[in-house]
Nanobody, 115 residues
Framework: QVQLVESGGGLVQPGGSLRLSCAAS????????MGWYRQAPGNQRELVAAFTTGGSTNYADSVKGRFTISRHNARNTVYLQMGSLKPEDTAVYYCNANRRLNNYWGQGTQVTVSS
C-alpha cells in the first residue's frame, strides 16, 4: 500500500523560507508523476510543482522563481523548497503521486505565512 507522509510545514514570516518533505513508502521511481498541490480555504486544490512523466518539472506561474522541487531517489523523498514566501502562499500543502490509474495523496501539511 502506498503512503505519502508530508512534513516541514509551519508558521513563517513574509519573505521567509520553508522546506517541505514528502516521504513515500515505496520507491518514488515507480511513480509516473509526483509533486505538490495546495489548497487554501475556499479555494480549489491547485498544482504547485511536480515532476511530470518523463522527468521534467512543472511549476505554477505564481511560484516560479521562488519554489524549487527536488527529489532524493534513495530516500524515496520529494522536497519543496519555498522561498520569498507571501501571505497568499498560506495553504495546506499536499503531496501527490500517480502510477498508472492510481492517484495517491498525503494527509497534508499546513503552511502559514504571516507576520
Amino acid at each position: 500500500q502506498v503512503q505519502l507522509v508530508e512534513s516541514g510545514g509551519g508558521l513563517v514570516q513574509p519573505g521567509g523560507s520553508l522546506r517541505l518533505s514528502c516521504a513515500a513508502s515505496v520507491s518514488i521511481l515507480s511513480f509516473d508523476a509526483m509533486g505538490w498541490y495546495r489548497q487554501a480555504p475556499g479555494n480549489q486544490r491547485e498544482l504547485v510543482a511536480a515532476f511530470t512523466t518523463g522527468g521534467s518539472t512543472n511549476y505554477a506561474d505564481s511560484v516560479k522563481g521562488r519554489f524549487t522541487i527536488s527529489r532524493h531517489n534513495a530516500r524515496n523523498t520529494v522536497y519543496l523548497q519555498m522561498g520569498s514566501l507571501k501571505p497568499e502562499d498560506t495553504a495546506v500543502y499536499y503531496c501527490n503521486a500517480n502510477r498508472r490509474l492510481n492517484n495517491y495523496w498525503g494527509q497534508g501539511t499546513q503552511v502559514t505565512v504571516s507576520s
